[in-house]
């Protein structure tokens, strides 16, 4: 529109003046259209928002310039300059400078200690005239930017150019985290998915400010990571899956390309090899990690609880002992998971020392350990976190043994649950979860509900197991529009969160699924906006 009026005025000018030279000044450009940031649907919801009623707009004129001593920024620059350039049809370039640009450009920047930002929060400050990002870590501007996309029409997510306006409402945002880990769990054991798919899960938990990202990466059906020292892992181990057919395992390799994207997006990878039971894939694969001496079938149901490795053997803790040294050289992370649950056949009086012995071998490898809420009954050395899932009293024993806590109530955060009785897909073992059902709750007042402290809590996780997901869209459906709700939980606190409010910001992400390609389950509880 301003252009082609632009390029009007000049031809009319050059009519009039047909010789000669001329100044044409085109900064007439249309004024900001007037935008309430207040009204704006940020999932999860910001700290605090102080709107300004004007807005900042896009133009051809628009950079994004980045301070030039921090290389993190340029390369932030260059993903916000990617995230927009498609459908805006702009072609914004990143530019490193010294000093603060002047008007109707982008500002990324790093501003040291400020306070209450911590290593996640940012802080938005939207003008007319400008847009500066600022955090006190590389890991906030990235949070940041999450904030602007979500700022922008829906149609920012597609990849041709699209119809503009491109304005982003003004006011401020001071944004950080209630919680420091906030994660989805995908169980690629019951039934494997790409690195294609697990890429694909990770773009769409970012966008929404997680920044962990667990993988079951064995069980019963399935063993899913090469072991170089022992190939038959996944040879063998690695072959079937849930209902049988093929299953299929990350190599090396491929696995640290995972870790790597999953770094570019702020999201830190948890390994989980599940000990001593769901190992069924290992008992097939290596008969001396059984007391008998003999291999296993491999299992194809989706039973639990009927497997244990021989906690009595030296074989055995010498084989944990090369899969953690081999997982903790792919992991940069701070940990390794143990699992631990559901260990059935394994007697108490074995599954303590195993637990405590794998315990040592974690440490060993410069890692620490996290496990399910069982792993509680062992010892807890400073610094494991217990996951959990169900035991609440087992949650408890391991705070008062020094263990810190990932929450993953199963009747809350559990995203394998149906969400009603017609959901086609998903288990009921811990109840239906609707939308609301899996929003409404929080972790600390659920951990205070049994004489836990906030401070135990390192944050929540939703678990996708898949004995019933089978594929990418199937994973979509179970997890959208649940784990926004889960994210929220982790980021925004307790006050800031209300359903009836909650609803009507999810209920306008409808569109942004829809752009984005996802195949989320249309709640009758949330109000989808057309
Ligand atoms: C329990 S939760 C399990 C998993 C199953 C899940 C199904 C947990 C630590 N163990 O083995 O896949 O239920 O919902």
């Keep these: 529109m301003t252009k082609h009026f632009c390029s009007l005025a000049i031809r009319y000018a050059a009519v009039l003046?047909?010789?000669?030279?001329?100044?044409?000044?085109?900064?007439n450009e249309p004024p900001p259209t007037p935008k309430d940031l207040a009204q704006e649907a940020i999932i999860p919801r910001p700290v605090s928002l102080e709107a300004t009623g004007s807005s900042f707009r896009l133009t051809e004129k628009t950079k994004i310039y980045v301070q030039a001593i921090y290389p993190d920024l340029e390369q932030l620059g260059q993903e916000l300059a990617d995230m927009l350039n498609p459908a805006t049809g702009l072609e914004i370039s990143v530019k490193k400078t010294d000093k603060v640009p002047g008007a109707g450009h982008i500002y990324l920047a790093l501003v040291g200690d400020e306070a209450g930002l911590g290593q996640e929060g940012y802080q938005l400050e939207i003008t007319e005239k400008q847009l500066t990002l600022t955090a006190n870590q590389s890991a906030g501007i990235f949070y940041g930017i999450q904030t602007l996309r979500q700022l922008l029409p829906a149609s920012i997510e597609l990849g041709e150019k699209q119809e503009g306006p491109w304005e982003?409402?003004?006011?401020?945002?001071?944004?950080?985290?209630?919680?420091?880990?906030?994660?989805?769990?995908?169980?690629?054991?019951?039934?494997?998915?790409?690195?294609?798919?697990?890429?694909?899960?990770?773009?769409?938990i970012a966008l929404y400010k997680m920044n962990v990202l667990h993988l079951h990466l064995s069980d019963d059906q399935g063993w899913r990571i090469e072991i170089k020292s022992w190939p038959r892992l996944t040879e063998i181990g690695g072959s079937t899956k849930v209902g049988g057919g093929e299953g299929g395992f990350y190599t090396q390799e491929q696995y640290k390309d995972i870790v790597q994207y999953a770094a570019d997006h702020y999201i830190t990878i948890i390994p989980e090899i599940d000990?001593?039971?769901h190992t069924n894939a290992a008992l097939a694969s290596y008969a001396e990690l059984n007391c008998d001496g003999q291999a296993r079938k491999l299992y194809t149901g989706t039973e639990v609880g009927?497997?244990?490795?021989?906690?009595?053997?030296?074989?055995v803790y010498a084989f944990i002992d090369d899969v953690f040294r081999e997982l903790a050289a792919l992991t940069p992370g701070p940990y390794l998971h143990i699992g631990g649950d559901e260990s059935h056949v394994t007697p108490m009086e074995d599954y303590i020392p195993f637990i405590n012995r794998v315990q040592d071998i974690v440490a060993a490898h410069g890692k620490e350990v996290a496990g399910w809420d069982e792993i509680a009954n062992a010892e807890m050395r400073p610094g494991t976190a217990v996951q959990l899932w169900a035991g609440t009293e087992n949650a408890k024993m391991g705070v008062e043994k020094g263990a810190m806590l990932i929450m993953s109530p199963a009747s809350k955060a559990y995203i394998d649950m149906k969400y009603d009785s017609t959901t086609e897909?998903?288990?009921?073992?811990?109840?239906?979860?609707?939308?609301?059902?899996?929003?409404?709750?929080?972790?600390?007042?659920?951990a205070a509900a049994e004489g836990v402290?906030?401070?135990?809590?390192?944050?929540?996780?939703?678990?996708?197991?898949?004995?019933?997901?089978?594929?990418?869209?199937?994973?979509?459906?179970?997890?959208?529009p649940r784990i926004p709700g889960i994210a929220e939980i982790g980021w925004t606190p307790p006050a800031l969160r209300q359903w009836d409010e909650y609803k009507q910001r999810l209920g306008r992400q409808k569109a942004r699924f829809e752009a984005l390609g996802v195949n989320y389950y249309a709640s009758p509880k949330v109000p989808w906006a057309e």
């Design 306 to 315: 009927f497997s244990t490795f021989c906690t009595a053997k030296d074989t």
């Design 17 to 27: 003046f047909t010789a000669g030279f001329l100044l044409v000044s085109c900064t």
């Design 168 to 204: 982003i409402a003004s006011g401020t945002i001071v944004d950080y985290p209630s919680y420091r880990h906030r994660g989805a769990m995908l169980d690629v054991a019951r039934h494997f998915f790409s690195v294609e798919d697990v890429k694909r899960y990770i773009d769409l």
């Design 275 to 277: 000990m001593p039971g």
């Design 425 to 446: 897909l998903g288990l009921s073992w811990a109840g239906y979860i609707e939308v609301d059902t899996g929003y409404i709750w929080d972790p600390a007042a659920m």
């Design 453 to 480: 402290d906030k401070n135990a809590i390192l944050g929540v996780e939703a678990p996708l197991w898949t004995e019933t997901v089978t594929n990418i869209k199937e994973l979509e459906y179970m997890t959208f």
